[in-house]
């Protein structure tokens, strides 16, 4: 496609229930990122996608987020027993290798609530 | 990876020129740096980077002083449309990812 696309936009869950967050890259890119913003913060890096390489799991905050890419294009975030304290934006990005920070496309985000 | 600091909030008005310093003193030789913006309910979308001196697009100018220690973004006559985060980031085109600070909140008033 010609942007990346993240679905739901929206997500409102229970406290303890599990949620899966879709991401669909730019076609062609290799490399795939998701990160997470709580309200008026910064972007926080949760992991890194590239290629058939093993992903760099190394911000991801705890051993219930877990995250998958099929194929080397889309990718799914996984959030078991979700808390209050992951509701955020969950950010999806893509680039080519080589391009550094110039070449981030990001989605519009996953906004999720959990109640 | 570099580590940056910016201001993290400014207010300014319609059509005036809004400057943005960003410092960065551990800056590597292979080093860019660059600028992203985000609105509300966006995500980032990037805007310029640059080297050294100065580079102009049609949303901005950055200037970079010889020592590369900082660097500002300029954004002429901005409007209301201007308000959003602006985060400065400093790495080469090696990283594997980028980490992003709290960035600027700009606040552009009528």
């Known amino acids: 496609g010609a942007g990346v696309s993240q679905s739901p936009s929206n997500k409102v869950t229970e406290k303890g229930k599990d949620v899966e967050l879709r991401c669909d890259p730019i076609?062609?890119?290799?490399?795939l990122y998701w990160y997470r913003q709580s309200l008026g913060q910064g972007l926080e890096f949760l992991i890194y996608?590239?290629?058939?390489?093993?992903?760099?799991k190394s911000g991801l905050p705890s051993d219930r987020f877990s995250a998958e890419r099929t194929g080397g294009s889309v990718s799914t975030l996984t959030i078991q027993r979700t808390q209050q304290e992951d509701s955020a934006v969950y950010l999806c990005?893509?680039?080519?290798?080589?391009?550094?920070?110039?070449?981030?496309?990001f989605g519009s985000g996953t906004r999720l609530t959990v109640v | 990876l570099a580590k940056t600091t910016q201001p993290i909030s400014m207010d300014s008005y319609e059509g005036q020129e809004v400057n943005i310093t960003c410092s960065h003193n551990n800056i590597a030789t292979n080093d860019y740096i660059t600028w992203y913006q985000q609105f509300p309910s966006q995500g980032p979308r990037f805007i310029i980077q640059g080297y050294k001196t100065k580079v102009t697009n049609e949303v901005a100018s950055l200037f970079i002083p010889a020592d590369r220690k900082s660097s500002t973004l300029s954004l002429p006559r901005v409007s209301l449309s201007d308000t959003a985060v602006y985060y400065c980031?400093?790495?080469?085109?090696?990283?594997?990812?980028?980490?992003f600070g709290k960035g600027t909140r700009l606040h552009i008033l009528p």
């Open positions: 076609s062609g890119h290799t490399a």
């Open positions: 980031l400093v790495g080469d085109d090696r990283d594997d990812k980028i980490i």
């Open positions: 990005a893509s680039s080519s290798v080589g391009q550094g920070a110039y070449g981030y496309t």
């Open positions: 996608f590239q290629g058939n390489s093993a992903p760099d």
